[in-house]
């Protein structure tokens, strides 16, 4: 916490979250996390978002079935709504010092360079034809659609994973991710 002086008083200045939604599943799960910082940080939520090309895939709908847009983007707003959390949208209302987020392929620019948690919800898939595609050519691996590519931006602070065990399991071996940084 910041400590500065108003009329002799001091004030005390929390830091301040976004976590940044995706799913109802992830959005719970964040929310669910939120509660343990809420009497230390000011908190704010955000459904998903991204850059310019996630903007152009938003207005030409092609991102309708996924957790940018369309039933994913209203279900995760609607629980934020009906929880009365803090909500700013692509984070844009205040200056966040850090972010804690439920997903990598996509990371906004307005959150690059600040402390990321990333936290993984559930599952892996096995690497699928687009990832490998991705992979080999250079391609950004958000084009995959994979959740293969979870933890590869490799832009994250910490990486927060559901269990040890879990973490060790066969499902997950293939993410090959820095050791130094898990949770």
């Avoid at 559930?122 to 992979?135: F, Q, S």
Wanted: glycine letters at 8%.
């Amino acid at each position: 916490m910041w400590y500065r002086e108003c009329q002799g008083q001091p004030i005390v200045s929390k830091k301040k979250i976004l976590f940044i939604s995706g799913s109802i599943n992830q959005t719970t799960m964040m929310h669910k996390i939120s509660k343990h910082l809420a009497d230390n940080y000011d908190i704010t939520f955000s459904s998903f978002y991204g850059d310019a090309i996630v903007n152009l895939g938003i207005s030409l709908g092609i991102l309708r079935t996924s957790i940018f847009d369309g039933q994913f983007r209203a279900r995760t707003e609607q629980y934020i709504h009906n929880n009365g959390l803090p909500f700013d949208y692509r984070g844009q209302k205040q200056k966040y010092d850090f972010a804690v987020t439920c997903n990598d392929l996509v990371v906004p620019k307005n959150i690059q360079g600040k402390p990321i948690v990333l936290v993984q919800e559930g599952m892996t898939d096995p690497p699928n034809l687009l990832y490998k595609i991705c992979r080999a050519t250079g391609l950004p691996l958000f084009f995959s659609a994979c959740t293969a590519a979870f933890g590869k931006s490799d832009l994250y602070t910490k990486f927060c994973v559901a269990s040890e065990g879990y973490f060790h399991s066969v499902s997950y071996t293939h993410l090959t991710l820095p050791t130094n940084r898990e949770v």
